[in-house]
């Protein structure tokens, strides 16, 4: 299982990658910042990046919309 | 001027424009189109501390106009428009809107709205801070400030066309006298829609140069387009010298464009690769409350809809004319105000015309599209241009409109009260059909011309509607129907929406992604600070002349590592630069806070003063808070039996659909008490939402009328 932004479990599985979880949530919005743990995943390196079992994933979507 | 046109002068007011200074013109204009009288007021320096300048000199001056039992067609009531100190700006983008108050024909309290186009940031340049007009006139009249002949007239001008699109080529042709000089009148108008309807919006103009051709921008909420029209008033002109771009005279104008060209750089790095405004405007945000299930669709039933990319942001980049500079203020880089030229209407009066259509915006898209089920975007383009040149706010028509739509789905209406029209969600000849006939009140239109609430109360007492449904699927709050974003998975947003002085329009709180996505306002107290912050700081912008893009909307990727990152750190530096520099009144951002405070504070009394403002007011309607359908709740089912599992400790499985939704109601409903009472906490607040006299005290706006409305109602409360 791994946290997504301190409130919704996922589920974990061998090669979850960021990517993986922003097609998962349909996170479209492309200005936001992931950090995995506390440290923050550069943009190019969603789709390669992996995410540990039990990480603390944070998707901080920077829209003040409307 | 041409000879030929019959303009019949009933009053005159010779006056010479004065020397804009740090932003003022250090006067107002009055006029009051029943009795002729036409005069300068002064702008106090306490007024200028105290209420900033548009919103907050708009209040000001309507506080002193009405009475205590003023409506919204009382003769005393006004309608007043300021721009602001930093209002027509050119260095910085954003910097040309107007502020419109006035006593809602739908609320029955305050409402306040904000439009581009020119006429706020010319009307001062002309000499006057703010123009206030009372008074109901006996016939049609145009009030027109005219700073190269140095006068204020209101005049007949028996030729002139009622709605927007004609009577602005018309009125321009009338007062230019060269071709130029079209670029320097702007007009506020409405239309033949607005004199049928509560819902009139107010069109503000500029003259497009690369177009040569009049466009408009809309101050929409709260029905002030009704307010003019019942006013007898056509038109509202000014008619202003040419001007450069120090015409603010600011302390410091070094300073000024140091920081202009600052965000100026940042806006040509970043848009094309965030959210394209230059390209396609705010229409960017349909696709991503579509995926985030945040797009209202079928009268905010559902958040998402496929079709909802027939009319996304890549569709109208399409659409829209490309290349042309369309700010709607000079300077502004964001540039989002875009159009669709030469389109070819396909109903109504002007059948077979080819016009621009201005827009179409994401509120607008959202209103008469996918809240209607509507996905066609030509439907969408032919409602929008109607509603414009009729005066008709896009926003209260759509919901209006799905509102009836659900009333039919649900059999409260059927074909015969609908005068044969099958009013289902996606039938956009139906809301067309329905369009004109509110323009000429007629029909089923005159049922939509009285926006959401009053039409609950006409579908209960004619066809018997059950009351609690009606007022659970009614998106309005306070009598004004809702913006366009789906608020019911976010707490803060239903109190960013219906805990507002004016009504649900998201200018004043907009937590959506913070608190339902983001979660970085998990308590009631953080969802209380924001409710706070946030709307003290977008009245701010409603203060001074500002547009709240620029702010938000494009945005250096590096402003992620600052502290607070939803708040936009450099760019709120950037604001008190600005308003410092031309003011000369060295500002930080807790005395912007404090300033938008004051106007809030005020106008949370204002409305106190006129019978309202008050918990009681700020219930939003169940559909904006949870499911109110079995159809919803299936929608949603997996959500919702979580949400029972992990917030209520309940087993799903084990309960009735009925008893699930009794479930969610109950909670709900007991959340949002709990958050009125945080949020009326952190604002100084009584639990039945008065301002206390500490509050008024501290921020310095116990003026002894004032305090006398809150000391009235607090003695009633003990
Ligand atoms: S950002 Fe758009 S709405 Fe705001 S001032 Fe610029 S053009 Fe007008």
């Known amino acids: 299982m791994i946290t997504l932004n301190k409130r919704e479990e996922l589920e974990w599985h061998e090669g979850l990658t960021v990517q993986d979880i922003l097609k998962q949530k349909t996170f479209t919005y492309p200005h936001i910042i992931v950090s995995i743990n506390g440290a923050v995943i550069d943009h190019d390196a969603y789709a390669e990046t992996l995410i540990p079992d039990e990480a603390d994933v944070r998707v901080i979507h920077l829209i003040a919309g409307g | ?718």
């Open chain 2, 1 to 718: 001027m041409t000879n030929k046109i019959i303009r019949h002068v009933l009053a005159e007011f010779p006056y010479q424009t004065p020397r804009i200074e740090r932003g003022y013109a250090n006067q107002t204009l009055y006029v009051n189109v029943g009795t002729g009288e036409i005069k300068a007021k002064p702008v106090s320096d306490e007024m200028k501390l105290k209420f900033t300048g548009g919103k907050g000199f708009d209040l000001w001056l309507l506080w002193h106009a009405v009475h205590d039992d003023t409506k919204w067609d009382s003769p005393e009531n006004e309608i007043v428009i300021s721009t602001g100190p930093c209002g027509g700006i050119t260095q910085y983008p954003g910097s040309g809107k107007s502020l419109v108050t006035t006593v809602s024909p739908t609320t029955e309290i305050i409402t306040d709205s904000n439009a581009g186009g020119h006429f706020g940031p010319l009307l001062k340049f002309s000499g006057w801070d703010a123009i206030e007009v009372q008074g109901i006139a006996e016939k049609d009249v145009m009030v027109i400030v005219d700073a190269i002949e140095g006068k204020v007239t209101i005049e007949e001008m028996p030729d002139a066309p009622n709605d927007t699109h004609l009577l602005g080529r018309w009125l321009y042709d009338v007062l230019a006298e060269k071709p130029q000089e079209k670029y320097y009148i702007a007009m506020v108008s409405a239309g033949t829609g607005a004199e049928h309807s509560l819902l009139g919006c107010l069109n503000f103009s500029l003259y497009d140069r690369k177009r040569q051709d009049v466009r408009y921008k809309q101050a929409a909420r709260g029905g002030p387009g009704t307010v003019l029209r019942q006013k007898h008033i056509k038109a509202l002109v000014v008619r202003a010298q040419p001007f450069k771009g120090d015409a603010n005279h600011p302390a410091d104008m070094e300073r000024i464009a140091r920081v202009g060209a600052d965000i100026q750089r940042e806006i040509a790095t970043w848009d094309s690769v965030q959210n394209r405004m230059r390209n396609r405007g705010t229409s960017y945000l349909v696709e991503i409350m579509s995926d985030y299930d945040l797009l209202p669709v079928n009268n905010f039933k559902f958040g998402s809809h496929p079709q909802a990319r027939d009319i996304n942001g890549a569709y109208w980049e399409t659409r829209v004319t490309q290349g042309l500079p369309d700010g709607c203020w000079y300077g502004c880089t964001v540039a989002c105000a875009h159009a669709v030229d030469g389109f070819e209407l396909q109903t109504g009066p002007y059948k077979g015309h080819k016009v621009i259509v201005d827009g179409p915006e994401y509120e607008t898209i959202g209103a008469i599209g996918s809240t209607c089920g509507i996905f066609d975007p030509d439907a969408i383009l032919e409602l929008n241009f109607y509603c414009d040149t009729y005066g008709i706010d896009t926003i209260s028509y759509g919901n209006t409109i799905s509102f009836l739509m659900e009333c039919y789905e649900v059999g409260i209406l059927d074909q015969e009260k609908t005068g044969g029209l099958e009013l289902t969600f996606g039938n956009a000849a139906a809301s067309l059909e329905i369009l004109h006939q509110l323009a000429r009140g007629e029909g089923l239109g005159k049922i939509a011309a009285l926006g959401v609430r009053k039409a609950k109360t006409y579908v209960i007492e004619h066809y018997g509607a059950d009351p609690q449904f009606v007022q659970d699927i009614g998106m309005e709050n306070k009598g004004m129907e809702y913006s366009m974003y789906m608020g019911k998975e976010s707490l803060a947003q239903q109190g960013g929406y219906a805990l507002t002085n004016k009504g649900p329009q998201h200018d004043e709180a907009w937590l959506i992604f913070m608190d339902q996505v983001n979660n970085q306002i998990p308590t009631f107290e953080d969802k209380a600070e924001a409710l706070h912050y946030f709307p003290m700081w977008r009245t701010w912008f409603g203060l001074c002349g500002f547009c709240k893009l620029p702010w938000n909307d494009v945005v250096d990727p590096k402003n992620s590592k600052s502290a607070e990152p939803a708040k936009i750190p450099h760019h709120v530096q950037n604001y008190v630069d600005i308003f410092s520099a031309v003011t000369g009144r060295e500002v930080d951002i807790n005395e912007i806070i404090a300033m938008s405070e004051r106007v809030y504070n005020f106008q949370r009394v204002f409305n106190i003063r006129l019978g309202k403002g008050l918990r009681e007011h700020d219930y939003p309607p169940y559909r904006g808070v949870g499911p109110v359908t079995e159809e919803e709740y299936e929608s949603r089912r997996e959500r919702y039996d979580q949400q029972l599992r992990e917030w209520l400790g309940l087993d799903p499985d084990a309960m009735t659909l009925q008893e699930k939704m009794a479930a969610h109601r109950h909670y709900r409903t007991e959340r949002y008490e709990r958050l009125m009472d945080a949020v009326y906490e952190r604002r100084g607040w009584t639990r039945n939402g008065v301002p206390t006299v500490e509050k008024l005290k501290a921020l310095g706006i116990d003026f002894p009328e004032v305090l006398a409305v809150v000391e009235k109602k607090l003695r009633a409360e003990d």
